[in-house]
């Protein structure tokens, strides 16, 4: 399959090889994916499936060993220097000697002041819920602000493509939990495109237009699944018989593909 | 430090001196390696200008050996970190050159470069070279991967990223180097002046030489003074410039 230049992100036949000391680990294979614009789209698969390293190729962070990927109709490379893409690591990343509002900042500092196109870091901290924080130090925030500063900063330059590792992975369950409701929230009120990774299917499911589901050694793409959920989804879609079914068919498929492989 | 503390150390400074004081003064006659406060205060007083004098040369030498040994100190953890095999081939030797005492060094460099400042300032430079080699190699490595994973996601150019993560990441250890090497600096220009003719150092020989007891402890404790003075005010630095990094590393 050809990469097609309006898909938001396109990834053809990738396969990614780290050299060991006495042999290789194939950590992705064969893998093929597009993503909308305008699609939110969750990786599920257990520790050690790539789906991070995956995520950090379409940043450019790691060069495959092979096959193709298409940010925005670009090579990561050139849309990483376009700054087209938003990244949120598992860790929040924020730098400590800045406060939460120069944190924001940061990447409008990096690229020599706000430009046209630019958001207004204030209304970022407006839009993640960090209004009378602007001050507040990183050691002075629970994990769950942190993590909301965290994508601010990774929205302030307006990106067509927002990356999410794992976002809130170190956070409790109930934390956790309103934080997706609030990602969903931003998510919606940007117009991006976002490719989140995580490990839980439950969340991959709520959040996600489709869900990618991957299996591990090697990485590959063992099933994906469309979620026909409402929007806005909430707290009451957690309870309703179709997410649970959902939640039911992605497990099985992980779980049979995992068979299959063992 | 806490207004609390700070009452306390001073409470327990006069206590000390005043115990000093009246132990020195009852077994004074048979044990006069020890004069009491009272004496030691009087030489000071009564030598204050040559000691100012001495002292003046000790602190101009320990100030350009603490910037001169420093940012060698600086550089070569820089050149550490951009070339990692000069770290494997020079690191030993670094080492090496650490374990030669000071003392051995001093007349060396007195012969090489006669009686003066330049030997005393080398041997402040030296004594400060190798903490800072030490901490600021592991310093400017104290970035976490994300933050630098975080600036290549901005396009930031390498400048940038040293500017504004890699080195406010290493300050706390160039600080932490800097407080071992501000008295590191002054002992190391004393230990210089030994053999020389001027300094702290040769006050604290002469002073011995000619058994004056009381003016070898005023130099001694004031020499100790400075160098905590060199100490406390880099963890003053600390205090304003690190706040930070009290609270844990990158979160």
């Given at each position: 399959m050809a990469p097609v230049t309006d898909r938001a992100i396109a990834v053809a036949n990738l396969t990614k090889t780290f050299a060991l000391r006495d042999r290789s680990l194939v950590a992705l294979s064969d893998i093929t994916l597009v993503v909308q614009p305008r699609e939110?789209?969750?990786?599920?698969?257990?520790?050690g499936c790539g789906k991070s390293t995956l995520l950090r190729i379409i940043a450019d962070l790691e060069t495959p060993t092979s096959g193709a990927v298409l940010v925005d109709g670009a090579t990561p490379e050139i849309a990483r220097r376009r700054r087209l893409l938003g990244?949120?690591?598992?860790?929040?990343?924020?730098?400590?000697?800045?406060?939460?509002?120069?944190?924001?900042?940061?990447?409008?500092?990096?690229?020599?002041?706000?430009?046209?196109?630019?958001?207004?870091?204030?209304?970022l901290l407006r839009l993640v819920g960090l209004v009378g924080f602007e001050h507040a130090r990183s050691w002075q925030l629970s994990g769950g602000m942190k993590q909301r500063a965290a994508i601010a900063r990774a929205l302030v330059l307006r990106p067509k493509v927002l990356l999410l590792d794992e976002p809130f992975g170190a956070l409790d369950e109930i934390t956790r939990q309103r934080m997706n409701l609030e990602l969903l929230r931003i998510w919606a009120d940007t117009d991006t495109t976002a490719l989140v990774v995580t490990h839980s299917i439950s969340e991959a499911v709520f959040l996600a237009d489709r869900v990618v589901v991957m299996s591990a050694r090697p990485g590959r793409i063992v099933a994906e699944e469309r979620v026909t959920l409402p929007r806005p989804r909430t707290i009451d879609t957690l309870a309703s018989p179709e997410f649970l079914s959902i939640v039911a068919t992605v497990t099985k498929r992980m779980y049979s593909a995992a068979d299959v492989a063992d | 430090?806490?207004?609390?503390?700070?009452?306390?150390?001073?409470?327990?400074?006069?206590?000390?001196?005043?115990?000093?004081?009246?132990?020195?003064?009852?077994?004074?006659?048979?044990?006069?390696?020890?004069?009491?406060?009272?004496e030691i205060a009087a030489a000071t007083a009564r030598s204050a200008y040559p000691i100012w004098l001495n002292l003046r040369l000790t602190l101009i030498e320990a100030s350009i050996g603490l910037v001169a040994g420093s940012a060698l100190g600086l550089l070569l953890a820089?050149?550490?970190?951009?070339?990692?095999?000069?770290?494997?081939?020079?690191?030993?030797?670094?080492?090496?050159?650490?374990?030669?005492?000071?003392?051995?060094?001093?007349?060396?460099?007195?012969?090489?470069?006669?009686?003066?400042?330049?030997?005393?300032?080398?041997?402040?430079?030296?004594?400060?070279?190798?903490?800072?080699?030490?901490?600021?190699?592991?310093?400017?490595?104290?970035?976490s991967q994300s933050s630098?994973?975080?600036?290549?996601?901005?396009?930031?150019?390498?400048?940038?990223?040293?500017?504004?993560?890699?080195?406010?990441?290493?300050?706390?250890?160039?600080?932490?180097?800097l407080k071992i090497a501000a008295p590191a600096a002054v002992l190391g220009a004393t230990v210089g002046e030994w053999l020389g003719t001027a300094g702290i150092g040769y006050l604290l020989f002469s002073s011995m030489a000619n058994f004056q007891v009381a003016l070898l402890w005023a130099t001694m404790l004031i020499a100790a003074s400075v160098a905590a003075i060199g100490y406390l005010a880099f963890a003053g630095v600390e205090?304003?410039?690190?706040?930070?990094?009290?609270?844990?590393?990158?979160?």
């Open positions: 939110l789209v969750a990786l599920v698969g257990p520790s990244f949120v690591f598992q860790d929040p990343v924020l730098l400590p000697w800045l406060d939460v509002l120069a944190n924001v900042r940061l990447p409008l500092e990096v690229t020599g002041g706000r430009h046209d196109g630019d958001a207004d870091p204030d209304d | 430090m806490r207004r609390r503390s700070v009452i306390e150390t001073a409470v327990a400074l006069v206590a000390l001196v005043v115990v000093w004081e009246v132990v020195a003064r009852l077994v004074g006659a048979r044990f006069p390696v020890v004069p009491p406060p009272s820089a050149a550490f970190v951009v070339w990692p095999r000069a770290e494997a081939s020079l690191y030993n030797l670094v080492v090496t050159i650490h374990s030669i005492p000071l003392v051995a060094v001093a007349p060396i460099l007195l012969i090489w470069f006669g009686v003066g400042i330049t030997a005393p300032t080398i041997v402040a430079a030296l004594a400060c070279f190798f903490p800072m080699v030490v901490s600021a190699t592991r310093g400017f490595r104290a970035a630098l994973d975080l600036m290549r996601v901005l396009d930031a150019p390498s400048a940038q990223s040293f500017l504004r993560v890699r080195l406010p990441a290493s300050l706390p250890f160039l600080i932490a180097a205090h304003v410039l690190v706040d930070w990094h009290a609270h844990g590393s990158e979160a």
